[in-house]
C-alpha cells in the first residue's frame, strides 16, 4: 500500500472504469463518456441496506455480488458504497499475495472499503486459500469494515464445491464463501418496458439503443456495455470479422480460462495453443508477424470493449504479457463450447500456464475429460512448479495408466501422495495394497494414516495389530488411532472404554469424550458427567454442550444452565441452543425462548430463526418477524424465508408474501421460490407466476423452473413449456434437463428427449448425460456414445462410466469390450 493517494481514496474520487464497472460507449463508437443513468433494481435495495447497518452498527461485513457477466454486480457496488458509505476510503489489492499482506500487516484500517472485484482472482489456488484465511482475520479484528465483491455463479460453485476424495485444500475459501455473510444474486435483465427504464432511455440515446437492440429478451445491460456485439462477430467464424488468427487467439485465451487458468493468459501458452485452433490453410498463410498482428488488433478499441485486454504480471513496466477476454464474450464462448475438448496442442501448450495453481487445474481439467496422458504431463509440470497436491493426483493417475511402480515412484516421499494412492487403493477394494500405503504415508508424517492402518486391522477382526499401530502412532505424538478404536469398539464397552483410556493416557482431551459417551451407553451417568467435565477443564469445548444434556437428563437442571453458561464463556455457546431445546421438550416454551435469547446474544444465528418461528406459532406476528429481522441483522436471512414457509402452509398469504419480500430483501431468493412452490399447489397459478417473476427480478429463475415441473406431473402440458421457456430466456439452461427427466419418469421419453435436445442447445452440459443415458436404455448405442462423449468432453466424471457402457454395448460386443477396457486405463487420446 505504498501509494497513500489510493489509500484515502473515496470510491467517488476513484475513476469508476478502474474498479471493473463496464462503461457504456456512445452511438458513434465514442468510449470517453460518463456513466449512464443507474436504474435501482431490487437488490439494490438489499446491498445499500446492509452496508448502511455496518456503518451504523460499527460492525464488518463480506458482501458478494454473484451473477453472470453483464450483469451490473459491479455497478451495483459501486453506486451502494457511493452512497452509503460516500466518505469512507475505497483500497483494492492488486492480487491475493498483496491482500494477505494487506490484512497480515493491519494495513487496513476502520471505516475502510475493500474492493475485490472478480473476487474469484483474489481466492483462487494457495494464494487465494492464504489470501481468505487472512480475510477472515481481518473481519474478525477490524470493526466498521466492508469487504465487497464480485463473482460468477461458474466461479462460486468452483471454488465451493466438496471435492470428490474427501479432501479440502482451500477450508479458508470454502468457510468465508459458505458462511453467514451476504450473498447476493444480481439477475442479468433489465426490463425495457418499466417506467424508470423508458424516462431515463428519453434522456440517453446510449440507453435508448440498447432498449431497442435488446427487444423482449430484457438484455439492456448487456447491450449497453456492447457485449452482443462482440459475440456476434466471433458468432461470424473464423476469418470473417476476425482474421483466422485472431478468432484462435481468442478462442485459445478463453479456453485456457474456461479449463482452470485463473488470471490473465501468457502470450506465450496463446501463441501455441493458437496453432491448434486453425485449420492448415489458416496455419499456411497466417504470415511469420501472425501472432503480434492478432493481438495487436483483438487489443485495440474502435469503440465499445475491446475482445481481449492486455496486462503486464512482471513486476517492472514494459510491453503486456498477458491477456484475458472481455467479460461478457467470455462467457458466451464457455457456454457454447462447454461440450467441446480442445485440439491437442492446446495441452501442450498448458505448460506455459503461468503458475502452479494454473497448471494443475488445467491438469485437473485434462484429466475429468480423460486425457490422462495430457493429464500426467501437466501434473508433473505442476510438481516441478512446486504444487503442494499435484504429486499425489500424479501417482494416482498413474497407478491406472501406467501400474502401481510408476505411481510409487512417483509419490516419492511425500505422505499426501502416499494417502491418496491408499484412499483409492481402498475405494477400489484393494486393502492390503491401501494398509502398505497408508503406512508409507504415515512413515512420511501424515498424522492420519495411522488411523486408517489402525481402522482397516480392526475391520480384518485383529484387534491385537490395531492396538499395536495405535500404540506406535501415540508414541510418535498421534492419539487419533486410539480414539477412532474406541469409536469402533463402542458395542463392546469395556474394550471401547480401554481405547479411549489410551487416548487419554497420551495426553488427548477428547479421549475424555469418548469415555463419556461409554458410560452413558453404559448406563452410568454419574461417570459420564465426570468425564465430560474432566474433557471440559482440558479445554475441549464441545464437553460443555455434552454436559448440558447430562445433567438435564439427571435432573440436574440448575447444573445444566451453569453448563450452558459455561461453555459460553470459553466460546462455545452450543450449549445454549441445546438447552432451549431439552426446555422446548419439556414445555417449557419461554424458558425455551430465553434459551434461544441468550444462544443469539452469543452469536448464534439459527436460535432467532428459532425465536421467529416460536413466536409466530404463538400468535406474536410482530415478535415473529422483530426476531426474523434480527436474525438477518446478524447474517441469517433463511429466518425470513421459515417464517414466509410456515405462513404459506397455514394458508397466510399475506404473511407469507411480507416475510418472502424480508427475505429476498436480505439476500436470500429461495423464499420467493418457496412460496411460487405452495401457491402452485394451491391452485393458486397467477399469483405463484407472480412470485416467480419477484424471483426471476432478484436473480433466480428457479421458480419458474420448478413450476414447469410442477405442472408437468399434473398434466399441464402448455403450462409447463411456457414455465420453462420462461426460465430458460431468464437464464436458467437446466430447466429443460430439469423437464426432462419428470416427462422421463412420467413415461413420455419421447418428450424428455426433445427437452434433453433444448437444454443441450442451450448450453447445460447434464443434458448430454441425461440423454445419453436415456439413448443405452433404448438400445441406441451409437447415439449413446456420442452424447456420453460430449458430456465427458465437458468434464462430467460420472458420464465417462456411461461412455464406456455404451461402448460395451455396441457389436461386435467381444470387441467393444476390449475396446472399453482399453480406455479405462488409458483414456481418450489428445486429439479426439
Given at each position: 500500500?505504498?501509494?497513500?493517494?489510493?489509500?484515502?481514496?473515496?470510491?467517488?474520487?476513484?475513476?469508476?472504469?478502474r474498479?471493473?464497472?463496464?462503461?457504456?460507449?456512445?452511438?458513434?463508437?465514442?468510449?470517453?463518456?460518463?456513466?449512464?443513468?443507474y436504474?435501482?433494481r431490487?437488490?439494490?435495495?438489499?446491498?445499500?441496506?446492509?452496508?448502511?447497518?455496518?456503518?451504523?452498527?460499527?460492525?464488518?461485513?463480506?458482501?458478494?455480488m454473484?451473477?453472470?457477466?453483464?450483469?451490473?454486480?459491479?455497478?451495483?457496488l459501486?453506486?451502494?458504497?457511493?452512497?452509503a458509505?460516500?466518505?469512507?476510503?475505497?483500497?483494492?489489492?492488486?492480487?491475493?499475495?498483496?491482500?494477505?499482506?494487506?490484512a497480515?500487516a493491519?494495513?487496513?484500517?476502520?471505516?475502510?472499503v475493500?474492493?475485490?472485484?472478480?473476487?474469484?482472482?483474489?481466492?483462487?489456488?494457495?494464494?487465494?486459500?492464504?489470501?481468505?484465511?487472512?480475510?477472515?482475520?481481518?473481519?474478525?479484528q477490524?470493526?466498521?469494515?466492508?469487504?465487497?465483491?464480485?463473482?460468477?455463479?461458474?466461479?462460486?460453485?468452483?471454488?465451493?464445491?466438496?471435492?470428490?476424495?474427501?479432501?479440502?485444500?482451500?477450508?479458508?475459501?470454502?468457510?468465508?464463501?459458505?458462511?453467514?455473510?451476504?450473498r447476493?444474486?444480481?439477475?442479468d435483465?433489465?426490463?425495457?418496458?418499466?417506467?424508470?427504464?423508458?424516462?431515463?432511455?428519453?434522456?440517453?440515446?446510449?440507453?435508448?439503443?440498447?432498449?431497442?437492440?435488446?427487444?423482449?429478451?430484457?438484455?439492456v445491460?448487456?447491450?449497453?456495455?456492447?457485449?452482443?456485439?462482440?459475440?456476434?462477430?466471433?458468432?461470424?467464424?473464423?476469418?470473417?470479422?476476425?482474421?483466422?488468427p485472431e478468432?484462435?487467439?481468442?478462442?485459445?485465451?478463453?479456453?485456457?480460462?474456461?479449463?482452470?487458468?485463473?488470471?490473465?493468459?501468457?502470450?506465450?501458452?496463446?501463441?501455441?495453443?493458437?496453432?491448434?485452433f486453425?485449420?492448415?490453410?489458416?496455419?499456411?498463410?497466417?504470415?511469420?508477424?501472425?501472432?503480434?498482428?492478432a493481438?495487436?488488433?483483438l487489443?485495440t478499441?474502435?469503440?465499445?470493449?475491446?475482445?481481449?485486454?492486455?496486462?503486464?504480471?512482471?513486476r517492472?513496466?514494459?510491453?503486456?504479457?498477458?491477456?484475458?477476454?472481455?467479460?461478457?464474450?467470455?462467457?458466451?464462448?464457455?457456454?457454447?463450447?462447454?461440450?467441446?475438448?480442445p485440439?491437442?496442442?492446446?495441452?501442450?501448450?498448458?505448460?506455459?500456464?503461468?503458475?502452479?495453481?494454473?497448471?494443475?487445474?488445467?491438469?485437473?481439467?485434462?484429466?475429468?475429460?480423460?486425457?490422462?496422458?495430457?493429464?500426467?504431463?501437466?501434473?508433473?509440470?505442476?510438481?516441478?512448479?512446486?504444487?503442494?497436491?499435484?504429486?499425489?493426483?500424479?501417482?494416482?493417475?498413474?497407478?491406472?495408466?501406467?501400474?502401481?511402480?510408476?505411481?510409487?515412484?512417483?509419490?516419492?516421499?511425500?505422505?499426501l501422495a502416499w494417502?491418496?494412492?491408499?484412499?483409492?487403493?481402498?475405494?477400489?477394494?484393494?486393502?492390503?495394497?491401501?494398509?502398505?500405503?497408508?503406512?508409507?504415508?504415515?512413515?512420511?508424517?501424515?498424522?492420519?494414516?495411522w488411523?486408517?492402518?489402525?481402522?482397516?486391522r480392526?475391520?480384518?477382526?485383529?484387534?491385537?495389530?490395531?492396538?499395536a499401530?495405535?500404540a506406535?502412532?501415540?508414541?510418535?505424538?498421534?492419539?487419533?488411532?486410539?480414539?477412532?478404536?474406541?469409536?469402533?469398539?463402542?458395542?463392546?464397552?469395556?474394550?471401547?472404554?480401554?481405547?479411549?483410556?489410551?487416548?487419554v493416557?497420551a495426553?488427548?482431551?477428547?479421549?475424555?469424550?469418548g469415555?463419556?459417551?461409554?458410560a452413558?451407553?453404559?448406563?452410568?451417568?454419574?461417570?459420564?458427567?465426570?468425564?465430560?467435565?474432566?474433557?471440559a477443564?482440558a479445554?475441549?469445548?464441545?464437553?460443555?454442550?455434552?454436559?448440558?444434556?447430562?445433567?438435564?437428563?439427571?435432573?440436574?437442571?440448575?447444573s445444566?444452565?451453569?453448563?450452558a453458561?459455561?461453555?459460553?464463556?470459553?466460546?462455545?455457546?452450543?450449549?445454549?441452543s441445546?438447552?432451549?431445546?431439552?426446555r422446548?421438550?419439556?414445555?417449557?416454551?419461554?424458558?425455551a425462548a430465553?434459551?434461544?435469547?441468550?444462544?443469539?446474544?452469543?452469536?448464534?444465528g439459527?436460535?432467532?430463526?428459532?425465536?421467529?418461528?416460536?413466536?409466530?406459532?404463538?400468535g406474536?406476528?410482530?415478535?415473529?418477524e422483530?426476531a426474523?429481522?434480527?436474525?438477518?441483522?446478524?447474517?441469517?436471512?433463511q429466518?425470513?424465508?421459515a417464517l414466509?414457509?410456515?405462513?404459506?402452509?397455514?394458508?397466510?398469504?399475506?404473511?407469507?408474501?411480507?416475510?418472502?419480500t424480508?427475505?429476498?430483501?436480505?439476500?436470500?431468493?429461495?423464499?420467493w421460490?418457496?412460496?411460487?412452490?405452495?401457491?402452485?399447489?394451491?391452485?393458486?397459478?397467477?399469483?405463484?407466476?407472480?412470485?416467480?417473476?419477484?424471483?426471476?427480478?432478484?436473480g433466480s429463475?428457479?421458480?419458474?423452473?420448478a413450476?414447469?415441473?410442477?405442472?408437468?406431473?399434473?398434466g399441464?402440458?402448455?403450462?409447463?413449456?411456457?414455465?420453462?421457456r420462461?426460465?430458460?430466456?431468464?437464464?436458467?439452461?437446466?430447466?429443460?434437463?430439469?423437464?426432462?427427466?419428470?416427462?422421463?419418469?412420467?413415461?413420455?421419453?419421447?418428450?424428455?428427449?426433445?427437452?434433453?435436445?433444448?437444454?443441450?442447445?442451450?448450453?447445460?452440459?447434464?443434458?448430454?448425460?441425461?440423454?445419453?443415458a436415456l439413448?443405452?436404455e433404448?438400445?441406441r448405442?451409437?447415439?449413446?456414445?456420442?452424447?456420453?462423449?460430449s458430456?465427458?468432453d465437458a468434464?462430467?466424471?460420472?458420464?465417462?462410466?456411461?461412455?464406456?457402457?455404451?461402448?460395451?454395448?455396441?457389436?461386435?460386443?467381444?470387441?467393444?469390450?476390449?475396446?472399453?477396457g482399453r480406455?479405462?486405463?488409458?483414456?481418450?487420446?489428445?486429439d479426439?
Amino acid at each position: 500500500m505504498a501509494d497513500s493517494e489510493v489509500t484515502h481514496r473515496t470510491a467517488a474520487q476513484w475513476d469508476p472504469e478502474r474498479l471493473g464497472v463496464h462503461p457504456a460507449p456512445g452511438s458513434d463508437e465514442t468510449a470517453d463518456l460518463p456513466l449512464t443513468e443507474y436504474l435501482p433494481r431490487p437488490h439494490d435495495q438489499t446491498l445499500r441496506q446492509l452496508l448502511a447497518r455496518t456503518a451504523s452498527r460499527n460492525d464488518a461485513t463480506f458482501i458478494l455480488m454473484v451473477g453472470s457477466s453483464a450483469s451490473g454486480k459491479t455497478r451495483a457496488l459501486y453506486e451502494a458504497v457511493t452512497g452509503a458509505l460516500p466518505d469512507w476510503p475505497l483500497v483494492r489489492p492488486v492480487d491475493a499475495e498483496e491482500l494477505s499482506a494487506w490484512a497480515e500487516a493491519s494495513l487496513v484500517g476502520p471505516r475502510t472499503v475493500l474492493w475485490l472485484d472478480e473476487a474469484q482472482r483474489y481466492l483462487d489456488g494457495a494464494p487465494g486459500e492464504r489470501a481468505a484465511k487472512a480475510l477472515g482475520r481481518l473481519l474478525d479484528q477490524v470493526a466498521s469494515l466492508a469487504v465487497v465483491g464480485t463473482m460468477w455463479p461458474d466461479h462460486l460453485r468452483r471454488l465451493t464445491e466438496s471435492r470428490g476424495d474427501g479432501g479440502d485444500e482451500a477450508p479458508h475459501v470454502r468457510a468465508l464463501l459458505t458462511g453467514r455473510h451476504p450473498r447476493i444474486t444480481v439477475p442479468d435483465t433489465l426490463s425495457g418496458d418499466s417506467p424508470a427504464v423508458a424516462a431515463a432511455a428519453a434522456r440517453d440515446p446510449r440507453l435508448a439503443a440498447a432498449v431497442r437492440a435488446a427487444g423482449p429478451g430484457n438484455r439492456v445491460l448487456q447491450h449497453l456495455t456492447g457485449g452482443p456485439e462482440l459475440v456476434r462477430h466471433w458468432e461470424m467464424g473464423s476469418g470473417q470479422w476476425f482474421t483466422a488468427p485472431e478468432h484462435a487467439v481468442l478462442t485459445a485465451a478463453v479456453e485456457a480460462r474456461r479449463l482452470g487458468h485463473m488470471g490473465a493468459v501468457p502470450a506465450r501458452l496463446l501463441r501455441e495453443a493458437a496453432a491448434g485452433f486453425m485449420d492448415s490453410i489458416a496455419r499456411a498463410a497466417a504470415g511469420k508477424e501472425w501472432f503480434p498482428a492478432a493481438i495487436s488488433r483483438l487489443t485495440t478499441a474502435t469503440g465499445g470493449p475491446v475482445p481481449l485486454i492486455a496486462e503486464r504480471y512482471a513486476r517492472d513496466v514494459g510491453d503486456p504479457d498477458s491477456y484475458r477476454p472481455d467479460d461478457y464474450l467470455e462467457q458466451h464462448i464457455r457456454r457454447v463450447r462447454a461440450h467441446l475438448v480442445p485440439p491437442a496442442g492446446f495441452w501442450s501448450a498448458a505448460a506455459y500456464a503461468r503458475t502452479a495453481d494454473d497448471l494443475y487445474a488445467l491438469a485437473a481439467a485434462a484429466e475429468q475429460r480423460r486425457r490422462y496422458a495430457c493429464a500426467a504431463e501437466l501434473y508433473e509440470k505442476a510438481v516441478e512448479s512446486g504444487h503442494g497436491r499435484a504429486r499425489a493426483s500424479w501417482a494416482v493417475l498413474l497407478e491406472t495408466t501406467d501400474g502401481r511402480a510408476a505411481a510409487e515412484e512417483a509419490a516419492a516421499a511425500d505422505p499426501l501422495a502416499w494417502a491418496a494412492l491408499a484412499v483409492s487403493r481402498e475405494s477400489g477394494g484393494d486393502v492390503g495394497a491401501a494398509f502398505d500405503a497408508y503406512r508409507r504415508a504415515a512413515e512420511s508424517g501424515d498424522a492420519w494414516a495411522w488411523s486408517a492402518m489402525a481402522r482397516i486391522r480392526e475391520a480384518e477382526e485383529d484387534p491385537a495389530a490395531a492396538d499395536a499401530i495405535a500404540a506406535q502412532a501415540a508414541a510418535a505424538g498421534q492419539t487419533q488411532a486410539w480414539r477412532t478404536l474406541g469409536r469402533m469398539r463402542a458395542a463392546h464397552g469395556s474394550s471401547a472404554a480401554a481405547a479411549f483410556e489410551q487416548a487419554v493416557r497420551a495426553g488427548d482431551g477428547w479421549g475424555h469424550i469418548g469415555l463419556a459417551q461409554a458410560a452413558e451407553r453404559a448406563g452410568s451417568l454419574a461417570d459420564a458427567v465426570e468425564h465430560a467435565t474432566r474433557a471440559a477443564d482440558a479445554g475441549v469445548g464441545e464437553a460443555w454442550t455434552h454436559l448440558v444434556r447430562l445433567h438435564w437428563t439427571l435432573g440436574e437442571h440448575e447444573s445444566a444452565l451453569a453448563a450452558a453458561i459455561g461453555g459460553a464463556d470459553v466460546g462455545n455457546p452450543e450449549g445454549w441452543s441445546v438447552l432451549a431445546r431439552l426446555r422446548y421438550r419439556a414445555g417449557d416454551v419461554p424458558g425455551a425462548a430465553a434459551a434461544h435469547r441468550e444462544a443469539a446474544a452469543m452469536g448464534v444465528g439459527a436460535a432467532w430463526r428459532v425465536l421467529a418461528l416460536l413466536a409466530d406459532a404463538d400468535g406474536d406476528g410482530g415478535a415473529a418477524e422483530e426476531a426474523a429481522a434480527q436474525a438477518a441483522r446478524t447474517g441469517d436471512p433463511q429466518a425470513w424465508s421459515a417464517l414466509a414457509e410456515v405462513r404459506a402452509e397455514r394458508g397466510q398469504a399475506v404473511g407469507a408474501a411480507r416475510a418472502a419480500t424480508e427475505a429476498a430483501r436480505a439476500g436470500d431468493v429461495e423464499a420467493w421460490i418457496g412460496l411460487a412452490r405452495y401457491r402452485e399447489s394451491m391452485g393458486n397459478g397467477g399469483g405463484a407466476e407472480l412470485a416467480a417473476d419477484q424471483a426471476a427480478d432478484r436473480g433466480s429463475p428457479e421458480a419458474w423452473a420448478a413450476l414447469s415441473r410442477m405442472r408437468e406431473r399434473v398434466g399441464d402440458r402448455g403450462g409447463s413449456r411456457r414455465a420453462v421457456r420462461r426460465a430458460a430466456a431468464l437464464g436458467a439452461p437446466d430447466a429443460w434437463t430439469a423437464l426432462g427427466r419428470v416427462r422421463e419418469e412420467t413415461g413420455d421419453t419421447a418428450a424428455a428427449e426433445r427437452a434433453y435436445v433444448r437444454g443441450c442447445e442451450a448450453g447445460d452440459t447434464e443434458a448430454y448425460s441425461a440423454m445419453g443415458a436415456l439413448y443405452l436404455e433404448q438400445g441406441r448405442s451409437q447415439e449413446a456414445c456420442a452424447a456420453y462423449r460430449s458430456a465427458v468432453d465437458a468434464g462430467l466424471t460420472d458420464a465417462w462410466e456411461g461412455l464406456l457402457s455404451a461402448l460395451e454395448s455396441q457389436a461386435p460386443r467381444a470387441a467393444s469390450a476390449r475396446m472399453a477396457g482399453r480406455l479405462r486405463r488409458t483414456g481418450l487420446p489428445a486429439d479426439e
